[in-house]
């Protein structure tokens, strides 16, 4: 099977598992005893002609089948339903929310991989030695620590030593303050959710790349470059580590799981405005139909990163046969 | 740590329940080893008590994760095709969902008992579990000892308990350590954001309140240490003893990653 078949096949996968994403929450949000859409109209907050529009908005007086169809034909199109606690349309609510989850996310995800691959790659090459023991052990507690802890630990330093903030994205004096206040104040709240982030993360990178690069040295490639005479920092740079970067990409993009929700606790931690604390706020709010749409929006964002990864992956490495 | 559980009402120097309105927020003494919490509670009787429930559904959702895996690996590599690939695929579809996040909603959305949590832990952690048990199946499956057996006209349902369960279940036990510690982090992680078990005394409830009563920001670390160390004591001791026994029983796991099963 060529390249572009095997582009399609995965992609035509990808699509399939985003659709039994949507009918999951299909059957929780709709079938389910106690149902939000139940328990909706015992909301005593509601108007009479919202009730009726809502009923109108999620089709309850058609058969199943066909609200199931109009629900998948909505989520499509974009239409993710109004907020109960915003009173606007969900992807208006989700969208900011989603730049800022990106903006903490995506830079400590950079971060724990370079770091965590980094000193994989330090502790493998000297399997056995304190220093791979060291490496091994510290990521095995980073791993182990959870994330919601690590915050709070954090958190009870910097109250007490101060100098960086602990709460929020951006300061009540730098709201409107000139851009570069605003940047500089975003900046400085970042800095401790993203230390979580990166920290927590950082050691299942560290392991994987580790055991990654101890599997490459077993290669008899390596020792019969020993035997030519090539030395081990030449070896290490242009035939190891290049090697054993290939699998970790994959098992970096399962792992994309584990990071979301490392993200959902540390956001909610710090309350930094990301999706995580939006789905914190909305589960007490009762505002399901934006719990709906963030678990919508996380799961697609975990599916397309396990897509590209998957295809990056049959790129990178010829031997990956097309199955 | 398992004894501790047990043990916890003989151990325990305080009944964890009981409120002392003159030793609130107290740090640590000789009276109250670790401290008081914002209603009086002994912090050291609450982490010894907390162990029962986050040990509880460790355990509790680890089993129904073994089985439900176990179950539907078994069931995919031994009967192939059809059945293997559509189960194959649902797999792969827990595998991706990012399942904490899922377990939040769905605890959110069903009320947070003690059997929910225990149920919603367990039906999202078997993936693993049912990879390794069904890619161990298919190497029993055309053994000569499983061919032997069909042909002397022995039923599915025998073959598959008296020849490849016996000799896949090894690696389920491995594994079953690796799921604990998974749970007990899970279970912790609900029980803070206020949507697992928060009624019954556990780890995650107690960092839970630390959190929400504002003791955090106050700097009283007494109260918010000693929980979150029996965490990660609890979840590293389970995962180093997956890690080892993996090791043991998986012999294409040369020095493999504790996280490519996890």
Not at chain 1, 72 to 94: A, M
Not at chain 2, 204 to 210: R, V
Request: a positive charge; charged letters at 10%; glycine letters at 8%.
């Amino acid at each position: 099977m060529g390249m572009g078949r095997y582009v399609i096949k995965r992609a035509a996968s990808s699509v399939l598992t985003f659709f039994v994403t949507v009918a999951l929450t299909f059957v929780l949000f709709r079938l389910l005893p106690g149902n939000p859409v139940q328990l909706l109209f015992r909301n005593p907050e509601l108007t009479q002609a919202e009730i009726r529009e809502l009923s109108t908005q999620f089709g309850l007086n058609k058969p199943l089948w066909l609200q199931f169809i109009l629900y998948i034909r909505n989520v499509f199109l974009g239409n993710w339903g109004i907020s109960f606690y915003y009173r606007s349309p969900v992807t208006e609510v989700l969208f900011p929310a989603l730049l800022n989850s990106v903006i903490l996310i995506l830079p400590a995800t950079v971060l724990a991989i370079v770091i965590g691959a980094g000193l994989g790659v330090l502790a493998g090459w000297k399997r056995g030695s304190y220093t791979d023991v060291g490496v091994l052990s510290s990521s095995l507690v980073l791993y182990a620590i959870p994330t919601f802890w690590l915050g709070i630990l954090l958190i009870m330093i910097f109250v007490k030593v101060g100098g960086l903030p602990v709460s929020g994205m951006v300061s009540i004096t730098a709201v409107n303050g000139p851009p570069l206040q605003y940047l500089v104040s975003v900046l400085r709240h970042m800095i401790l959710p993203m230390l979580t982030l990166t920290l927590v993360t950082l050691g299942q990178f560290t392991i994987i790349m580790r055991s990654s690069i101890i599997g490459e040295l077993t290669e008899d490639y390596v020792v019969a470059a020993y035997s030519k005479g090539l030395t081990s920092s030449w070896l290490l740079r242009k035939h190891v580590v290049p090697n054993a970067l290939l699998p970790t990409i994959s098992i970096i993009a399962i792992s994309i799981g584990t990071v979301v929700a490392g993200a959902v606790l540390t956001e909610t931690v710090f309350s930094w405005p990301g999706v995580g604390s939006l789905i914190y706020d909305s589960i007490f709010r009762r505002d399901y139909p934006v719990l709906q749409g963030a678990f919508l929006i996380i799961a697609l964002f975990v599916i397309a990163a396990n897509f590209v990864a998957d295809i990056m992956y049959a790129y990178l490495d010829p031997r990956v046969k097309y199955s | 740590m398992v004894l501790m559980a047990i043990l916890a009402p003989y151990i325990s120097p305080y009944n964890p329940n009981q409120i002392d309105p003159n030793a609130i927020l107290q740090g640590p003494s000789f009276h109250h080893l670790l401290g008081t919490n914002e209603v009086g509670q002994d912090i050291l009787s609450l982490v010894i008590w907390g162990s029962r429930v986050s040990l509880l559904v460790g355990f509790l959702a680890t089993a129904v994760a073994i089985t439900v895996g176990t179950t539907i690996g078994v069931a995919a590599g031994y009967f192939g095709t059809a059945a293997d690939e559509v189960l194959m695929r649902l797999t792969d579809f827990f595998l991706v969902v990012p399942a904490v996040v899922l377990a939040i909603i769905v605890a959110a959305l069903l009320g947070n008992s003690l059997l929910n949590v225990v149920l919603i832990i367990g039906l999202l952690s078997w993936p693993p579990t049912a990879r390794i048990v069904r890619s161990s199946t298919l190497v029993y499956k055309h053994a000569p000892f499983v061919e032997a057996s069909k042909v002397a006209g022995a039923s599915s349902i025998h073959i598959l308990r008296t020849h490849i369960l016996p000799n896949v279940m090894p690696l389920v036990y491995a594994n079953t350590a690796l799921t604990i510690a998974n749970a007990i982090f899970t279970q912790s992680a609900l029980v803070f954001l206020g949507v697992g078990d928060i009624n019954n005394i556990s780890w995650g409830q107690t960092l839970h309140f630390a959190y929400s009563s504002g003791a955090i920001t106050a700097g009283d670390y007494w109260y918010a240490i000693p929980p979150g160390l029996m965490i990660v004591l609890a979840v590293l001791g389970f995962a180093l003893a997956g890690y080892s026994l993996d090791e043991a029983f998986n012999p294409r796991l040369k020095g493999g990653s504790v996280f490519g099963s996890a």
